[in-house]
């Protein structure tokens, strides 16, 4: 039980375009998502916190305008990188949250998705 | 603030004890995470302590957490090759957006 999933795994594009992560819940409810970034041989950087049917909460330092986050249910969240650049390009992955009644609170994550941008 | 630190790299032989480190700055956390990462991949997360235990096992996994010092352990028993992974100790507060606050991470290396 309690998996993620995220889709794309790996995207390449070329500078200026958009790209959407989806991340998924598979067999439980998540009313709160996490989106992390994560550069080569580096920790896992919160960029922002998605719950469903309301604005996401970004970490300081992150654009809100290049990172449209969506959490239209409480299955699916996506990550739209807007006119991606050569230094978007990072491992991104995102976290779902067990909706009510899991005393530890835990955080499952998805496998990642690679972007990487010419 | 929330900061967390663990040593970058540890290398084992195949069958011994494996030791991770990590030390925290903010008291205030109330549970605390080992995850694994391998190569490409996200994470697992292993095992997870809550503020007021001192000890966890679960199989071959130890976890020690000593508040006072604000130092958690992660003990590895008869390491294997497929042991060798990134390791991340995370803490998470229980006020605000309860997201994860992740250490740089720990490269096992297990020899054979």
Redesign the interface.
Same mark, same amino acid.
């Given at each position: 039980g309690a998996v993620v999933s995220q889709h794309p795994s790996w995207v390449i594009c070329k500078s200026g375009t958009s790209v959407k992560i989806e991340c998924r819940s598979l067999d439980f409810q998540a009313t709160t998502m996490f989106w992390y970034r994560q550069f080569p041989k580096q920790s896992l950087m919160l960029m922002a916190t998605s719950n469903e049917g309301s604005k996401a909460t970004y970490e300081q330092g992150v654009e809100k305008d290049k990172f449209l986050i969506n959490h239209a249910s409480l299955t699916l969240s996506t990550l739209t990188v807007t006119s991606a650049h050569p230094e978007d390009s990072s491992f991104y992955i995102c976290s779902a949250r067990l909706a009510g009644g899991f005393s530890t609170d835990t955080q499952y994550f998805g496998p990642g998705t690679r972007l990487t941008v010419l | 603030g929330e900061d967390v630190e663990q040593s970058l790299f540890l290398s084992v032989r195949e069958g011994d004890s494996s030791v991770i480190n990590c030390t925290y700055t903010d008291s205030s956390s109330t549970?605390l995470?080992w995850?694994k990462q391998e190569p490409? $991949?996200?994470?697992?997360?292993l095992t997870?302590i809550?503020s007021n235990m001192d000890m966890k096992q679960d199989q071959r996994l130890t976890v020690l957490l000593n508040k006072k010092d604000k130092h958690l352990s992660l003990r590895i028993a008869d390491t294997q090759t497929g042991d060798s992974a990134i390791y991340?100790c995370a803490e +998470?507060f229980d006020t605000g957006? +309860? $997201?994860?606050?992740?250490?740089?991470?720990t490269r096992l290396q297990v020899q054979p």
């Open positions: - | 549970y995470y995850y490409g $991949a996200g994470l697992q997360l997870y809550f991340f +998470r957006r +309860r $997201a994860l606050t992740f250490g740089s991470g």
